[in-house]
């Protein structure tokens, strides 16, 4: 059975790896590590589709190391264990180059299995590398994630799906034989959600549909033939990130309607409910903020509920902080502001904090005046004494701007009164 495009065109080297270049280009954070063969254990986290495990396997062979591998999908204790004793005889206690052990998906693995690893990284017995397309801090537990080094991958840019594209056709024993023409390449990559092996195995779909040697790649030929054909459908894929983005989507456009039924489609995919429960609380505080502070308590009660309580009774915790999210008044005006602000940190670079705001922990900084005219707010009326909080030059400069739902047009008027005119409130 002939392998799919993806795996006969994965590189074997860095110097056919497209993308990543702050990891493997010439001054990458991992070029120098690799070439030099001293490998720490880590960690990759990205996207579906960019290059981790081809990654990890490139390490091993150009370190001369041997390579094992697991998936957290279908490998437990046992499994580990015995991979890691493999490991051990054929590394030998004493090698500079002890063994590559790659676990793919590692956040799927518990915290026992994660548990058993521990011992062989800490010792030395095995180089471990974890891919994940989640959050190590959230999936990883810390005894573990604190032994491994996090590496992020970035996702594909438009110009890196497009030299996959190109390198399939000129190098692939079979695609090299055909003349194939890429007209339009927008579905195509629009289909693949930057995942570069969806990317190929489309690909491979279209040319392979084809009863010609001559091939004409076009925006409507990729959507008539994948809308026929039911083997694209993958929810680790992009329909995962599709319909999470649906579901993001409906909650922020107040429909508990849409927000209910994606996600009893994520729930029927079986997609992990603290992805789920993680999704909501990060929307809590972009979408909702202030308008109303309790979407925030009631996201993370969710998550910490639904972690305890697991599947199925947690698709009821789900859809009741879904509904109430969806349900909020809304505004992302807080995260706008962390936004205006970091944008401003990176146009003035560090400005100096004022005198009056500095601490004074020692004799010296006193008598140079550090802290001298701070007020402390609670010595004042209503708690409150005006002063500058910002560099002198960013004075005046609004990050914050409230939005207009019940709860904030309060905040305003607060700060309005507090500030009168400085702040334009």
């Given at each position: 059975?002939?392998?799919?495009?993806?795996?006969?065109?994965?590189?074997?080297?860095?110097?056919?790896?497209?993308?990543?270049?702050?990891?493997?280009?010439?001054?990458?954070?991992?070029?120098?590590?690799?070439?030099?063969?001293?490998?720490?254990?880590?960690?990759?986290?990205?996207?579906?589709?960019?290059?981790?495990?081809?990654?990890?396997?490139?390490?091993?062979?150009?370190?001369?190391?041997?390579?094992?591998?697991?998936?957290?999908?279908?490998?437990?204790?046992?499994?580990?264990?015995?991979?890691?004793?493999?490991?051990?005889?054929?590394?030998?206690?004493?090698?500079?180059?002890?063994?590559?052990?790659?676990?793919?998906?590692?956040?799927?693995?518990?915290?026992?299995?994660?548990?058993?690893?521990?011992?062989?990284?800490?010792?030395?017995?095995?180089?471990?590398?974890?891919?994940?397309?989640?959050?190590?801090?959230?999936?990883?537990?810390?005894?573990?994630?604190?032994?491994?080094?996090?590496?992020?991958?970035?996702?594909?840019?438009?110009?890196?799906?497009?030299?996959?594209?190109?390198?399939?056709?000129?190098?692939?024993?079979?695609?090299?034989?055909?003349?194939?023409?890429?007209?339009?390449?927008?579905?195509?990559?629009?289909?693949?959600?930057?995942?570069?092996?969806?990317?190929?195995?489309?690909?491979?779909?279209?040319?392979?549909?084809?009863?010609?040697?001559?091939?004409?790649?076009?925006?409507?030929?990729?959507?008539?033939?994948?809308?026929?054909?039911?083997?694209?459908?993958?929810?680790?894929?992009?329909?995962?990130?599709?319909?999470?983005?649906?579901?993001?989507?409906?909650?922020?456009?107040?429909?508990?309607?849409?927000?209910?039924?994606?996600?009893?489609?994520?729930?029927?995919?079986?997609?992990?409910?603290?992805?789920?429960?993680?999704?909501?609380?990060?929307?809590?505080?972009?979408?909702?903020?202030?308008?109303?502070?309790?979407?925030?308590?009631?996201?993370?009660?969710?998550?910490?509920?639904?972690?305890?309580?697991?599947?199925?009774e947690s698709r009821i915790i789900l859809s009741q902080c879904a509904v109430y999210?969806?349900?909020?008044?809304?505004?992302?005006?807080?995260?706008?502001?962390?936004?205006?602000?970091?944008?401003?940190?990176?146009?003035?670079?560090?400005?100096?904090?004022?005198?009056?705001?500095?601490?004074?922990?020692?004799?010296?900084?006193?008598?140079?005046?550090?802290?001298?005219?701070?007020?402390?707010?609670?010595?004042?009326?209503?708690?409150?004494?005006?002063?500058?909080?910002?560099?002198?030059?960013?004075?005046?400069?609004?990050?914050?701007?409230?939005?207009?739902?019940?709860?904030?047009?309060?905040?305003?008027?607060?700060?309005?009164?507090?500030?009168?005119?400085?702040y334009g409130y």
């Amino acid at each position: 059975m002939e392998a799919p495009l993806a795996e006969r065109i994965r590189p074997k080297n860095l110097s056919e790896y497209i993308s990543q270049s702050h990891l493997v280009g010439e001054q990458g954070s991992l070029t120098h590590q690799i070439a030099r063969g001293i490998i720490p254990s880590l960690i990759l986290w990205g996207p579906p589709g960019t290059g981790k495990t081809t990654l990890a396997q490139i390490m091993a062979e150009e370190s001369k190391r041997p390579f094992y591998t697991l998936s957290a999908i279908n490998s437990g204790v046992k499994d580990i264990r015995d991979v890691i004793d493999k490991a051990k005889q054929s590394g030998g206690l004493f090698t500079a180059k002890n063994p590559i052990l790659f676990i793919d998906e590692i956040h799927r693995f518990s915290k026992s299995q994660q548990d058993s690893l521990l011992a062989a990284v800490e010792k030395g017995w095995v180089t471990l590398i974890g891919a994940t397309t989640e959050n190590p801090s959230f999936e990883v537990i810390p005894a573990l994630l604190s032994r491994c080094q996090v590496y992020i991958l970035n996702a594909f840019s438009k110009e890196d799906l497009e030299a996959l594209l190109h390198r399939a056709m000129e190098t692939d024993v079979i695609l090299k034989t055909k003349d194939i023409k890429l007209k339009e390449t927008e579905a195509l990559l629009r289909l693949s959600g930057g995942d570069g092996r969806k990317l190929l195995n489309i690909f491979e779909l279209i040319v392979n549909a084809s009863d010609s040697d001559s091939i004409e790649i076009t925006n409507e030929k990729v959507m008539q033939l994948v809308q026929k054909n039911t083997v694209l459908y993958d929810k680790t894929g992009e329909q995962h990130y599709d319909i999470v983005s649906a579901f993001i989507k409906s909650i922020r456009g107040s429909d508990p309607n849409g927000a209910v039924y994606w996600l009893a489609r994520m729930i029927e995919g079986g997609e992990d409910v603290k992805f789920i429960a993680r999704r909501m609380l990060i929307l809590a505080s972009e979408d909702i903020g202030n308008a109303n502070p309790t979407a925030l308590i009631m996201a993370n009660n969710t998550f910490q509920a639904v972690t305890t309580i697991g599947y199925p009774e947690s698709r009821i915790i789900l859809s009741q902080c879904a509904v109430y999210l969806a349900t909020s008044a809304k505004s992302n005006a807080s995260y706008m502001a962390i936004g205006n602000a970091q944008q401003m940190v990176k146009q003035t670079g560090d400005l100096p904090v004022p005198l009056h705001l500095r601490n004074a922990p020692t004799k010296l900084m006193k008598e140079l005046g550090y802290g001298d005219e701070y007020k402390y707010s609670h010595d004042f009326p209503n708690n409150f004494a005006e002063q500058e909080f910002l560099p002198e030059a960013l004075s005046n400069t609004t990050f914050y701007e409230p939005g207009n739902n019940a709860r904030e047009r309060e905040l305003r008027q607060f700060l309005k009164n507090r500030w009168n005119e400085k702040y334009g409130y």
